[in-house]
């Protein structure tokens, strides 16, 4: 009995002699661990950065010109004369195609002689219906020319001295590119965003820069598309813009802005400390302590709203991620924040 107690006392002196030293390595583990963190810590800097947010509406389409007419023929005939050739300038009312109008001069100065006879001879009544019938004789001489409506530039033109026309024949483009207008489509979602006079920022394949522009208006009716989306069509004007560059018809895609950029000044949460509610940085270089007021920007980065912080400037570590396996290198972090928009 007394040789069993004394392997039970040696067993039991055996045990706790392990759990001892088990203890003392987990200890040392953690201290050791504990000391190699402070470490990853004191060296981790993050690097202040700046981000610009755009309050806007993504847009895309074609610019179409100011004004556009159709030269077209307003009745048969043969042109006898073509006052003008592609790119050439003209003024409202200029005569672009005179179509031969011999016939129709002739039967208004008959009308005349015999208006004039009426006057003397016949009824009042008569000769009042004789002066309407002039104004549709000098109608007809009217439409055997084609004149602009609007001050612009022939586009194109495709007709010759000896033509013959049919009323109703396109033979040009007569273009006002004084500006250039484009109706875009904008989701119902944010129609309430849009404001008349708005700044419209461009962007054209055909031309390396931007070009600004402003929204004019929309109708106050939406439509449904093809896709079932329901929309609003927003008209948009360039008063300013390079011709050489850019012609009627051209693509572009483009932002409405909605309000101006706001500018974030932002930094990876580790970087801030706390004492007690109120947060501060230390900057890398200088250890200097710095008050801040910051706001949640993301999941991994933090907005600084108030302090003296600049973009650029390198701030120690002030805690590890919480997450494994996110510690940013030693020397400063340089992954980009998400922005949430």
Do not use: C
Not at 30 to 52: G, H, Q, S
Not at 240 to 266: C, M, V
Request: charged share 25%.
């Amino acid at each position: 009995m007394a040789k069993n107690n004394f392997f039970k006392s040696r067993a039991l002196k055996i045990i706790l002699a392990s759990v001892i030293v088990v203890a003392v390595i987990v200890i040392a583990l953690i201290l050791i661990r504990f000391a190699l963190n402070k470490n990853k810590i004191a060296d981790t800097t993050y690097t202040v950065r700046k981000e610009i947010y755009e309050n806007s509406v993504s847009v895309a389409g074609v610019v179409s010109a100011a004004q556009e007419q159709t030269l077209q023929a307003l009745s048969d005939g043969t042109v006898i004369a073509v006052y003008v050739k592609q790119g050439d300038s003209v003024k409202t009312g200029d005569v672009i195609i005179q179509m031969d109008a011999s016939e129709q001069q002739y039967n208004l100065a008959k009308h005349d002689y015999e208006m004039e006879t009426t006057r003397i001879t016949g009824s009042t009544r008569q000769y009042n219906l004789m002066q309407t019938q002039r104004l549709s004789l000098v109608q007809k001489i009217a439409e055997r020319k084609v004149s602009a409506t609007f001050d612009g530039i022939i586009a194109d033109i495709d007709v010759a001295v000896g033509d013959s026309l049919e009323a109703k024949d396109s033979v040009g483009t007569l273009v006002d590119i004084s500006y250039l207008i484009a109706d875009v489509e904008v989701a119902e979602t944010d129609v309430a965003k849009l404001k008349e006079g708005q700044e419209v920022q461009f962007s054209f394949p055909a031309y390396d820069g931007k070009v600004t522009g402003h929204v004019v208006g929309w109708p106050a009716i939406g439509e449904v598309t093809s896709r079932g989306a329901t929309v609003v069509k927003v008209r948009l004007r360039i008063d300013d813009y390079p011709r050489e560059s850019i012609l009627p018809n051209f693509s572009f895609s483009g932002q409405i802005k909605i309000a101006p950029d706001e500018t974030y000044i932002l930094v990876e949460r580790e970087a801030i400390g706390r004492d007690g509610n109120q947060a501060f940085v230390v900057n890398a270089k200088t250890g200097e302590k710095k008050k801040v007021k910051v706001e949640t920007y993301s999941r991994e980065f933090v907005k600084i709203v108030e302090g003296d912080v600049v973009e650029g400037e390198v701030l120690k570590a002030q805690s590890a991620p919480i997450a494994s396996g996110t510690m940013r290198r030693s020397g400063g972090g340089n992954r980009m924040p998400s922005p949430m928009r």
